[in-house]
């Protein structure tokens, strides 16, 4: 160790060192990336991905209308699992509004809810859970057990027989007990809640890392400017080096949804053409940030520090790993930013639930704007880098 130390000045030591500071200052990029991303990444982490499901918007039939009902609803209201969005006349128009996604969850309150409730009888209480993130779907269904325990309980307090939702009880005993119903994912699967997320990840990481790597490879090597010399005009030219990656890209769109039915047997329920049309917008997304990425680089290792910066961000605003509906109200907006988002939900909606472009037409057209912006903004930018 001290013949490793010996010899060194440590005046030198102090110049060089001061050069290096003095290095990283004149490159803003790679200070932002050391001090400002583990600040972005650590808040929009620690926001966004939250186990806990909160506010789960919650329909309510109730076809009782009595006092007893009413309880029952004020009970799941109250709690801060479900936001109560409002009561529907029928089941059928519950369901039409879980279909069409305003609706995480429904209860449906049968007619003979008080009679049987005050014969000691036990009326059953359905809960109608969208099933297509299975872990939400869960955690959902123990908040409305915890709740009718409650309910049950309090009914035990006030002089009423009661007996736990989940448990047996004497036919003297009036009770409520809970009947769960899953929509799109009777069985719970897990992995079609994940793989589908991750379909939408592959499109975009994926085709801004080569993007910005292929770009770059050609200014260092020297290749770009001969092109530039050329009868092709600057648009031409970049247009040209996408049309082949997005033919790569488009082959493997293919191929994921190859193994997403064969390996994981997610059902198609809905139009294939709609989510490969989706992931077409979202690889020419990719491909723009890419490009603008390698626009505000020189070097490879920059532009894989501005990726670092921006591609963790986009995955945790995406939904991919939890649900949007999970993150705080003040950051759920900002989420519209991310093509994973909008295609993650044409995804999974249209596979799991089998919705249509009447239902997605928001998340197309926001994809489509998106891909026209970060388009128009990558030529331009490398229109105006060139000249």
Not at 36 to 41: G, K, T
Not at 118 to 141: C, K, M, S
Not at 154 to 182: E, I, K, N, T, W
Request: net charge positive; hydrophobic share 50%; glycine share 8%.
């Amino acid at each position: 160790m001290a013949a490793t130390f010996r010899g060194v000045s440590f005046d030198r030591l102090r110049a060089l060192a001061r050069k290096e500071f003095i290095q990283i200052r004149r490159d803003p990029r790679l200070a932002m990336t050391i001090l400002v991303q583990p600040i972005v990444a650590s808040l929009l982490i620690g926001f966004a991905l939250n186990a806990t499901v909160s506010q789960v918007r919650l329909g309510v039939a109730d076809g009782s209308r009595t006092a007893e009902s009413r309880d029952l609803v004020s009970a799941l209201g109250e709690s801060e699992s479900f936001h109560l969005v409002g009561g529907y006349a029928s089941s059928a128009l519950l369901g039409t509004a879980l279909g069409r996604g305003d609706l995480d969850a429904g209860v449906l309150i049968p007619v003979d809810f008080a009679r049987d409730l005050e014969r000691g009888r036990r009326p059953t209480v359905q809960v109608i859970l969208n099933a297509t993130n299975a872990n939400t779907a869960a955690i959902a269904q123990g908040y409305a057990e915890t709740i009718l325990e409650d309910y049950n309980r309090r009914r035990r307090l006030d002089g009423a027989p009661a007996a736990p939702a989940s448990g047996f009880a004497p036919a003297h005993s009036g009770s409520v007990q809970l009947q769960p119903a899953f929509l799109y994912n009777p069985g719970l699967v897990t992995s079609w809640f994940i793989v589908t997320g991750v379909f939408g990840l592959l499109m975009v990481l994926d085709t801004s890392i080569v993007a910005s790597a292929t770009m770059l490879r050609e200014r260092e090597t020297g290749t770009l400017e001969q092109l530039l010399m050329s009868p092709a005009g600057t648009t031409e030219i970049v247009l040209a080096k996408f049309a082949p990656l997005f033919a790569l890209m488009c082959v493997m769109i293919v191929t994921v949804t190859a193994v997403l039915r064969l390996a994981f047997h997610v059902p198609f329920q809905g139009s294939l053409g709609l989510v490969w049309a989706s992931a077409a917008l979202c690889i020419l997304c990719g491909i723009g940030i890419g490009t603008v990425i390698a626009t505000f680089s020189r070097t490879a290792q920059q532009a894989l520090l501005t990726a670092f910066f921006v591609n963790p961000s986009l995955v945790t605003l995406s939904g991919v790993l939890t649900p949007i509906e999970a993150m705080p109200r003040w950051l759920q907006p900002v989420t519209v930013i991310s093509p994973i988002t909008h295609f993650v939900t044409i995804a999974r909606t249209a596979l799991l639930k089998g919705g249509g472009l009447a239902e997605l037409w928001p998340h197309v057209a926001a994809l489509a704007v998106l891909t026209l912006v970060l388009l128009t903004l990558s030529v331009w930018r490398f229109r105006k880098q060139m000249a």
